[in-house]
Structure formats: C-alpha cells, structure tokens
C-alpha cells in the first residue's frame, strides 16, 4: 500500500513540474507574429487584398489576421474586436466581390461548438515583402 502511495505521489508531483511547464511555454503573440514578420520589410497600408488569391489566413491571438500570398504576406490590425481574436475560431469573411477590404467584417465562429463567439473590423493591411538581394 505504500507502494501506491509513493507512486501516487510521483504521478501527481510530474503533473505539477509539467503544469508548470507547460504555463511557462505558454503561447506569446506578440513572439509569433514577430517570427512571421522576420527578414520582412513593411510597404505602405493597401485598403483591399484579392481574397482569391491568399493561399490562407492565420490569426495570432487577440492581436491581427495574417493572409499569405507567397512573396508578400498581409496584416491586418483590426480597427475593432482584435481583443476577441483567436486562433482556435473559424473566420467567416462575406465579401461583395473578390475583395477584402478595411471596414469588412470577418465573423468569428467556434470551431468545437460551430456557434457565433463575436466579429472584427478589419483595418488597413499592411504588406511585408522580402527585401530584394543586393547585387
């Protein structure tokens, strides 16, 4: 029986060490966007992207959108709702024509549940290109 216990003790104190762990890792935001900026030279804010051409979208919690299209990526600060953005939520976007542009609004919808959680108005996106290789 005290075996167990001693065991019991073990299991619950490396639940503790990894709890910790993990809380300590925890997500940073500001570091992931940060790391997808990287090497990346911001040009002037364009007010609409052509959605069709994005290979995708990215959200970096409660901060912006990112929308990838190869060479350049675009991100967008929402003007109002960045607080509720989340990685785990589904972006619903109705556009009127190809493009998305600042004022839109992007719906957000949880992902395990499918029910609306809140929206965002999109504001200037700004591009980040590559700089061109010196010759």
């Known amino acids: 029986m005290r075996t167990l216990t ?10 503790a060490v990894c709890g910790s762990a993990l809380a300590a890792s925890k997500h940073d935001p500001a570091a992931e966007l940060a790391k997808l900026l990287e090497g990346r030279v ?3 804010p364009v ?8 290979l995708g979208s ?5 901060t912006a959108i ?19 953005l989340s990685s785990d939520d589904i972006l619903v976007t109705k556009t009127y024509g190809t493009q998305l542009c600042t004022m839109d609004i ?12 809140g929206f965002v108005s999109l504001g ?12």
């Open 66 to 84: 990112v929308y990838d299209f190869g060479s350049t990526i675009y991100v967008n600060y929402p003007k109002g709702g960045a607080d509720s």
């Open 106 to 117: 992007v719906r957000m919808v949880d992902r395990s549940a499918h029910f609306p959680k």
């Open 47 to 54: 007010t609409c992207i052509n959605q069709p051409q994005a």
């Open 6 to 15: 001693k065991i019991l003790a073990l299991g619950t104190a490396a639940l």
């Open 124 to 135: 200037p996106f700004i591009p980040y290109k590559r700089p061109a290789a010196a010759k």
């Open 42 to 44: 911001a040009g002037a």
């Open 58 to 62: 990215r959200v970096i919690d409660h």
